[in-house]
Nanobody, 127 residues
Framework: QVQLVESGGGLVQAGGSLRLSCAAS????????MGWFRQTPGKEREFVAA????????YYADSVKGRFTISRDSAKNTVYLQMNSLKPEDTAVYYC????????????????????WGQGTQVTVSS
């Protein structure tokens, strides 16, 4: 059974940092791009960041560029999201996801291109 499990969320003051982790099990995701998305109540799940299977391509939403860093450790089947200079508007449930296509040349920011999802981890940034 394929599982993605996020961890590392919590409550932090504005300007603080958190590091999210997403551990995959049930299969290797080495050939697949991995992404992070986030969602707040009443809004659609939005793209945050993605990293290609070989880490050659990384893509960020404009709202997090320069503050968030995505990385992966394929040996550990784990992807990370380092979040610095957090703002109250970063408050959301954060989800990791795995691409449905292996060795994709251009990583995607579209939810529909991701086949596997974690259960989410809450990040709350207080002002």
């Amino acid at each position: 059974q394929v599982q993605l499990v996020e961890s590392g969320g919590g409550l932090v003051q504005a300007g603080g940092s958190l590091r999210l982790s997403c551990a995959a099990s049930g299969r290797t995701f080495r050939p697949y791009a991995m992404g992070w998305f986030r969602q707040t109540p009443g809004k659609e799940r939005e793209f945050v960041a993605a990293i290609s299977w070989n880490t050659a391509s990384i893509y960020y939403a404009d709202s997090v560029k320069g503050r968030f860093t995505i990385s992966r450790d394929s040996a550990k089947n784990t992807v990370y999201l380092q979040m610095n200079s957090l703002k109250p508007e970063d408050t959301a449930v954060y989800y990791c996801a795995a691409d449905r296509v292996s060795f994709r040349v251009r990583i995607s920011a579209q939810r529909g291109d991701y086949a596997y999802w974690g259960q989410g981890t809450q990040v709350t940034v207080s002002s």
